[in-house]
């Protein structure tokens, strides 16, 4: 045992062997360092476990639909540009607005007959292909507020 002189006269004795409070104490530190890891490694496998569930599963998203045929009623249209003009008179954006006020631009190339003279708001259906408009490489109909492009393979008026 060495015995120690404080500054303020104090004699401490120092044990070259740890006594057990002092050893417990050292263990209960150690063990609430060793709790608080693992406790962040688990907020942090919570935290990823979440944003894995959000990108996958939780959180919907606004997907471009595969182009899917179908049939469509409503107004034939020339259709606007999103900032409210159109083409002239000569170069309608034909269109068709169905009734839920859903815009779609038409394509009648798809079709084996030559397509009928259309005024606007004539009262068509069509059958076709739908195609996001999000899907086409064109930016042509980036300009106009339509959900997508109804490529027409046979139409009544």
């Not at 599963?57 to 606007?80: A, F, H, M, N, Q």
């Not at 068709?96 to 708001?121: H, N, R």
């Not at 009262?123 to 739908?130: D, H, M, T, Y």
């Amino acid at each position: 045992m060495e015995r120690v002189s404080g500054a303020i006269g104090r004699r401490l004795t120092l044990s070259r062997t740890p006594s057990r409070s002092g050893g417990r104490a050292i263990f209960l530190v150690i063990l609430v360092i060793m709790q608080k890891q693992v406790l962040a490694g688990v907020g942090i496998l919570i935290v990823v476990a979440l944003l894995v569930w959000a990108y996958f599963w939780g959180v919907e998203k606004d997907e471009i639909k595969e182009p899917y045929r179908t049939s469509l009623t409503g107004e034939y249209v020339c259709l606007e540009k999103e900032d409210g003009t159109k083409k002239d008179s000569t170069q309608c954006a034909q269109g068709l607005k169905l009734e839920d006020g859903t815009l779609y631009a038409l394509d009648f190339m798809l079709m084996s007959q030559i397509a009928p003279q259309l005024v606007s708001g004539d009262r068509i259906s069509a059958a076709g292909v739908i195609t996001d408009v999000r899907r086409m490489n064109s930016i042509t109909w980036q300009d106009y507020n339509v959900a997508g492009i109804f490529s027409v393979t046979s139409i009544l008026k």
